[in-house]
């Protein structure tokens, strides 16, 4: 077992790589002397992660994307999203594709919180952010045709779990934690968050 109490981690090696992906395996051994091989899928080449953006048009709404997730085979409704590129913080990231996706930059962005999504057999982080004083500038992005863009009262989330189409676990807990931020606010109101 290492110092820090965790399991020790022994050999690495990859097993099967993609243009956007990489599965290696590890070997470990635990604290009581079990050893054992698990793999999980790393990011190739995308060591900063991802940035997720709950974006407010205004204090009452947020911008969510409707886009093709070809892992399900079908369109979902999401919030606006993408890769941390070399050189960007988490900030500029979330500028950028808040400008990609949705055609709005963001005057002040802040992040919330860090997630994982399969944290037992993926490396994969996403970085929530709030981003509000949007005004309306939209970059070229990558995306493979253009996204419909939705505005919904943050408040009325279980309105949008009822949909078929809104089911992405990050984004369903992205819009609770940031409904919880801004009742946070509502009890004692900054006057330059708007």
């Given at each position: 077992?290492?110092?820090?109490?965790?399991?020790?981690?022994?050999?690495?090696?990859?097993?099967?790589?993609?243009?956007l992906?990489?599965?290696?395996?590890?070997?470990?051994?635990?604290?009581?002397?079990?050893?054992?091989?698990?793999?999980?899928?790393?990011?190739?080449?995308?060591?900063?992660?991802?940035?997720?953006?709950?974006?407010?048009?205004?204090?009452?709404?947020?911008?969510?994307?409707?886009?093709?997730?070809?892992?399900i085979?079908?369109?979902?409704?999401?919030?606006?999203?993408?890769?941390?590129?070399?050189?960007e913080?988490?900030?500029?990231?979330?500028?950028?594709?808040?400008r990609?996706?949705?055609?709005?930059?963001?005057?002040?962005?802040?992040?919330?919180i860090?997630?994982?999504?399969?944290?037992?057999?993926?490396?994969?982080?996403?970085?929530?952010?709030?981003?509000?004083?949007?005004?309306?500038?939209?970059?070229?992005?990558?995306?493979?045709e253009?996204?419909?863009?939705e505005?919904?009262?943050?408040?009325d989330?279980?309105?949008?779990?009822?949909?078929?189409?809104?089911?992405?676990?990050?984004?369903?807990a992205?819009?609770?934690?940031?409904?919880?931020?801004?009742?946070?606010?509502?009890a004692?109101?900054?006057?330059?968050?708007?």
């Open positions: 077992m290492s110092p820090s109490g965790k399991p020790e981690i022994g050999r690495r090696r990859s097993i099967a790589r993609s243009r992906f990489a599965v290696e395996a590890l070997e470990i051994e635990f604290s009581n002397g079990e050893q054992r091989t698990f793999e999980r899928l790393t990011s190739n080449g995308q060591g900063a992660g991802a940035v997720m953006i709950v974006a407010m048009p205004d204090p009452d709404h947020v911008l969510l994307i409707q886009e093709y997730a070809a892992g085979e079908e369109y979902a409704l999401t919030l606006p999203k993408g890769v941390i590129d070399p050189g913080d988490i900030v500029t990231a979330a500028n950028r594709e808040l990609e996706e949705c055609g709005y930059g963001a005057r002040v962005i802040e992040p919330l860090e997630l994982t999504l399969a944290p037992n057999y993926m490396t994969h982080r996403i970085h929530v952010v709030m981003a509000t004083q949007l005004y309306e500038e939209r970059l070229p992005g990558d995306e493979p253009p996204l419909i863009v505005k919904h009262a943050i408040e989330i279980e309105a949008l779990l009822t949909r078929g189409d809104f089911h992405e676990g990050r984004a369903i992205a819009l609770f934690i940031a409904r919880d931020r801004l009742r946070e606010r509502q004692s109101p900054d006057p330059m968050f708007w």
